[in-house]
């Protein structure tokens, strides 16, 4: 493309999102948007999610150093953080979040990337290409979560002494020295199920799909569903918690817990938190 | 081929497939009979085995005594992932990491794959015909083996296999079936017992608006973490309920507390009583307990409380206006105010709030009786180990079997375990990989993991009815030369009682016969073939059992506590806390990666043992994060870095357990130190069953540092941006949410 050619066109290139009828129902190839919904207040920092995940994606048991070297690579991870008014002791116990990628509607990663690796699916995923990652890691840089991890090393070779490469998902590509990677939001479980709905003529049913963390989840704190579908619970749950997908800052009631995490950086998320509770009384 | 001069005929016939009917396919696709040209996939698939397709199977974890019912995906054959069991109603479909990391044990590269024999100092691999003829030589009729002379070891113990072990010591006449957990909840049962008449009474978090836990970590190593984890999820949900625990050092429940209060350990019963004696104080609870323990309770007033326990006196009041203002309430105990000389008097102290309060029969009440005795759990002791070593100590035993328990790496150093294992004559480990306890036997039998191997479990803690979940293979055995547990123990069993059990040639079906057995209690109409199926496809058996009746009676004699523990030691200072962690129990999972690398919720630290400590303690010290301390106790010295922990008594120091292999594998040997080897001989007084919190240790800071290895960063707060906010509970409005 020529820079005149960009210049001469730039409202049909400059892609903004997010856009209000962007996604639609009724309209083919807009009829997913995959969201989250975590409640921090249910959320106990069991690390179940962190191992479903492992477990799910394939993900490499880096081992100690390299761990140490914060070449570790948990594509989703649980935060702790102490109160910054704590006296002695934490006597409000401590804050967990899950951390993973947020699918940001306009993600800060994707517009760095040199070679349009990481780029946006239809149904409202940040993607990311193994086949075309040149390693540059702008997009790690970029990232304001940072969720996004970086192979250093070839893991297919040592992260899995024999047998336990039996035990990898065939549905998941084991990754090479030199890609990123990051949460999917289970894309390869998303697939299946849409594949399925469109072999029989239909959407795919809120609840009929969920990611690795969803389901294991003990105390459920987290809902998962296609927010365009307004009779999905993860659609009433934004709702509800007055989280508008297209908004960059809420106007919410202080009764309301739901919120995005450096949603003044206008990244659009996809994952609504809902603030934690304390009995202060207690 | 032809440049070797054979052609394709000829070298089949090498191979011994000459002439074979089958159809073998090579580059050429031509049939070998006719030479016709056939078109055949590469792989034939097997039964049930869609290429590309993922089938569910249901089956048990058995990774912790839970019993959650699961489901194995499986693929080609290959179980890739366990999922919860819908189901079930212990796991809801729901399940934790530990779960997760089954696969990881049935693909760990440090599985045992053949019977290995001892041979002078180390283990040889023999084969399964030596090897069986070994054990009939060594414990079959004909060896004399009987009685007193043999003993069986076990971990906690249900279902089927627990019959077959029951009656392979029945018939060598031996009582001596040892049920051994290091982590057993055997304290706790027995304070249950004093009070309720039962070992455990059936928990209803769901229906409490404030739960008082004193130091049970219900959500992360409990009876039962993922049914608790569902139940807290309601629990948290409008009206919402308030949780205060009160414990030494933080565990992942205290994290998600409304109120954390640090106390002394082993003091915990003495605030009860100070909070009972506030309660008793309004006048509709002065009726609730006997004169007697009234007035015993008298004196603990908040002053008295708060020297003995080192909480400030006001929370004493606080939590005991908490109980009175939200009702119905549950008040729990946990392994940290349960490990003393005087633990059930504590546990006993607890329970005597729930008494005041009225929650007996509200939020408490009685479990489910499981109608079949003999397959009901065995949740085992510390006390086994104990008559065990005695036993083996005094040289009577001539042969012992060890399956399910790792008494070497648990055993504290002060019992000489491995001494005492040593003075047997024939040791024998079935396990799945050579633990430290195998290293020391002299036959070391491979057997099958969870997911290999039929089975049937029940859980001791059954939060409705009676579910016994079914264990089915969810793979072909991995590696041909091991065996099914079951049918080692039904060939060891026809030893001395062919005839009994001749009908069964393995043990798939003496627990098919024994399940369909079970049908009149299920009230299953179909036919016995439907019922097994069924039993098999579901993963569980549902029994409506009626509930146990359960009393509150409150001896004084038992809440008569120590009058002063807090006794300074000036030798050694501080108390020590072992700390469970919930992906590593008492240490059989140290050997999977996943769990290594999953970071303790609290520390966020991986790979490693460390040692927690308060920040002003170790700032009086001198102690940064790393420095590598020395912290000895009379019986051991172990050197750990330091972490630097606001969430743990002043007073105390906390080494979390399960770590300190020296014999597990590559995962877990040389991986930091293990706390068990350094506890004191304190025992419970009324169990026997060993103290785990009575230890005193000393804490001596070394010159040598390193620098731990974690998930947090260089910052612990959120440094006033917000991630996680935090909403007041009286602004909040659950009800109105979806």
């Known amino acids: ?282 | 081929m032809s440049e070797s001069g054979i052609n394709r005929r000829d070298f089949l016939k090498v191979l011994g497939l000459g002439g074979s009917s089958l159809a073998l396919t090579g580059c050429g696709n031509t049939d070998i009979r006719s030479g016709d040209e056939l078109i055949m996939p590469n792989v034939s698939p097997e039964d049930f085995v869609v290429p590309g397709l993922s089938v569910f199977y249901a089956s048990t974890c058995t990774q912790c005594g839970s019993a959650c019912g699961v489901m194995g995906r499986v693929r080609e054959g290959r179980v890739l992932k366990m999922e919860g069991n819908p189901q079930s109603k212990i796991s809801g479909g729901k399940i934790c990491g530990l779960g997760q990391a089954a696969v990881q044990v049935q693909y760990n590269p440090d599985r045992l794959t053949q019977p290995m024999m001892k041979v002078g100092n180390g283990l040889q691999p023999v084969s399964w015909d030596k090897a069986m003829a070994t054990l009939n030589e060594k414990v079959g009729p004909k060896s004399g083996i009987k009685g007193e002379n043999f003993a069986f070891m076990t971990g906690a113990m249900s279902g089927h296999l627990k019959v077959l072990v029951q009656n392979y010591l029945d018939s060598l006449d031996s009582k001596n079936h040892f049920a051994y957990e290091a982590l057993s909840p055997s304290i706790g049962f027995a304070a249950n017992k004093q009070v309720y008449g039962v070992d455990m009474p059936r928990l209803h978090f769901d229906k409490a608006k404030l739960i008082v836990s004193f130091g049970s970590d219900f959500l992360g190593t409990g009876a039962s973490p993922v049914h608790f984890a569902a139940e807290y999820a309601k629990f948290r949900k409008a009206p919402r309920g308030t949780l205060v625990q009160i414990e030494p050092k933080m565990t992942m429940t205290g994290a998600n507390a409304d109120r954390w209060i640090a106390i002394i350990p082993g003091t915990e019963g003495i605030f009860a009583l100070g909070v009972a004696n506030q309660l008793l104080k309004h006048s509709e609870f002065t009726n609730t307990v006997p004169a007697g323990i009234a007035s015993l309770v008298s004196k603990y007033d908040p002053e008295t409380v708060s020297q003995i326990t080192g909480v400030r006196p006001e929370l004493v009041g606080h939590v005991a206006s908490l109980l009175w203002e939200k009702t119905p309430s549950i008040v729990i105990s946990g392994a940290s105010a349960e490990g003393h000389a005087h633990g059930v008097q504590n546990a006993v102290a607890i329970q005597l709030l729930n008494k005041i309060l009225g929650n007996v029969g509200k939020t408490i009440d009685g479990q489910a009786k499981s109608p079949f005795p003999q397959i009901a759990p065995e949740a085992g002791s510390f006390s086994s180990l104990k008559a065990m070593n005695d036993a083996m100590g005094g040289g009577k035993l001539q042969a012992v079997f060890i399956h399910g328990a790792n008494p070497v790496f648990t055993a504290p150093s002060f019992m000489g375990f491995r001494d005492n294992l040593r003075k047997v004559p024939f040791k024998v480990a079935f396990v799945n990989a050579a633990d430290e306890t195998a290293q020391e036997c002299d036959l070391v039998l491979p057997i099958l993991t969870a997911v290999e191997e039929f089975g049937s479990n029940i859980a001791w803690y059954q939060p409705e009815g009676v579910e016994i979940t079914m264990q089915q293979p969810l793979m072909n055995k991995l590696y041909p030369d091991t065996r099914s547990m079951g049918d080692i123990m039904l060939d060891l069993v026809k030893q001395r009682r062919a005839d009994e059990y001749k009908n069964w040639p393995d043990f798939f079906s003496y627990l098919k016969a024994a399940v369909i057995n079970m049908k009149p209690a299920v009230k299953y109409t179909d036919t016995d073939e439907h019922f097994w199926y069924d039993t098999l496809s579901s993963g569980v058996i549902h029994i409506d059992a009626p509930q146990e009746q359960i009393g509150d009676s409150f001896a004084e004699a038992a809440l008569s506590l120590p009058e002063v523990q807090n006794v300074q030691d000036p030798k050694f200072p501080f108390y020590l806390v072992p700390s469970e962690r919930h992906y590593f129990r008492d240490g059989r999972h140290a050997n999977c990666g996943w769990l290594q690398e999953s970071p303790d919720p609290l520390t966020t630290i991986v790979w490693d043992s460390w040692v927690e400590i308060h920040p002003k303690t170790a700032a009086s010290m001198g102690i940064k994060e790393g420095d590598y301390l020395e912290i000895a106790s009379q019986n051991g010295t172990l050197k750990v870095k330091a972490y630097l922990f606001p969430g743990i008594h002043p007073d105390a120091v906390s080494i979390p357990l399960g770590q300190g292999h020296e014999s597990l594998g590559r995962f877990a040997n040389g991986v930091g130190v293990n706390p068990f080897t350094i506890l004191n001989p304190v025992f419970e007084k009324d169990t026997g069953e060993l103290a785990m919190f009575g230890t005193r240790v000393s804490v001596k800071k070394t010159s040598d540092s390193e620098i731990v290895v974690k998930d947090e960063g260089p910052v612990s707060t959120q440094m006033g941006r917000k991630l996680v906010v935090t909403l007041p509970a009286d602004v909040a409005q659950l009800s109105k949410e979806i």
Not at chain 1, 20 to 36: C, F, I, P, V
Not at chain 1, 121 to 137: A, E, F, M, P
Not at chain 1, 149 to 162: D, I, L, R, V
Not at chain 1, 211 to 221: K, L
Request: aromatic share 12%.
């Open chain 1, 1 to 282: 493309m020529s820079i005149t050619n960009l210049l001469n066109n730039w409202s049909f290139y400059r892609n903004k999102r997010p856009y209000r009828g962007q996604y639609d129902l009724n309209k083919e190839y807009s009829e997913y948007k995959w969201a989250m919904a975590l409640d921090l207040d249910i959320c106990t920092g069991c690390n179940a999610c962190t191992t479903a995940c492992y477990a799910e994606n394939n993900l490499p048991v880096v081992g100690k150093k390299r761990f140490h070297h914060g070449q570790v690579m948990h594509w989703i991870r649980i935060e702790r953080y102490w109160d910054e008014k704590m006296v002695d002791f934490p006597e409000q116990g401590a804050s967990f979040l899950p951390m993973m990628c947020q699918q940001c509607e306009a993600a800060p990663c994707e517009t760095v990337c040199p070679v349009g690796a990481t780029s946006h699916t239809n149904d409202g995923l940040n993607s990311q290409n193994y086949h075309r990652c040149i390693g540059s890691r702008y997009c790690s840089a970029n990232c304001p979560y940072k969720v996004r991890y970086f192979n250093f090393w070839n893991y297919p070779s040592t992260a899995w002494p024999a047998p336990l490469p039996d035990q990898l998902n065939p549905d998941v590509t084991v990754r090479t020295k030199g890609i990123m990677e990051k949460c999917t939001f289970c894309v390869q479980r998303l697939n299946e199920a849409k594949s399925r709905a469109r072999t029989e003529y239909r959407l795919v049913r809120d609840g009929e799909v969920v990611p690795a963390c969803v389901q294991a989840c003990p105390t459920s704190a987290i809902t998962f569903g296609n927010i365009v579908d307004p009779n999905s619970k993860v659609a009433k749950m934004w709702k509800n918690q007055q989280v508008d997908l297209y908004k960059d800052l809420q106007e919410k009631d202080n009764t309301v817990r739901g919120y995005r995490i450096l949603e003044d950086l206008r990244p659009f998320p996809s994952v609504m938190y809902m603030e934690r509770i304390r009995d202060t009384e207690a």
